[in-house]
């Protein structure tokens, strides 16, 4: 069973960095894309940022510029680098992993980053 473990999350003043892990129980190849997502109270989750196999990258229009996604392979872990953090990016990140053949969609248990002064 894979498992995604998330962790880095917490309290940051606007303008501040955090930089978020998500550690895969196996090898990353495994998965055809990797992301980040977040959900804010009362909104729907939203992609972030993802990864592809291949390396190939893909921000959403609200964090890019601001927040880069990068792997350690050797690791198995994906990171979120954010900057220059903004109140509205307060929610609970999930890392999600997915799979194409067969069609399998993994998530991480969540980790919460709260931007306020």
């Known amino acids: 069973q894979v498992q995604l473990v998330e962790s880095g999350g917490g309290l940051v003043q606007p303008g501040g960095s955090l930089r978020l892990s998500c550690a895969a129980s196996?090898?990353?190849?495994?998965?055809?894309?990797m992301g980040w997502y977040r959900q804010a109270p009362g909104k729907q989750r939203e992609l972030v940022a993802r990864?592809?196999?291949?390396?190939?990258?893909g921000y959403s229009d609200s964090v890019k510029g601001r927040f880069t996604l990068s792997r350690d392979n050797a690791k198995n872990t994906v990171y979120l680098q954010m900057n220059s953090l903004k109140p509205e990016d307060t929610a609970v990140y999930y890392c999600?992993?997915?799979?194409?053949?067969?069609?399998?969609?993994?998530w991480g248990q969540g980790t919460q980053v709260t931007v306020s002064s």
């Open positions: 999600n992993a997915q799979t194409i053949i067969p069609v399998n969609d993994y």
């Open positions: 990864i592809t196999r291949g390396g190939s990258t």
């Open positions: 196996g090898n990353i190849f495994t998965f055809n894309v």
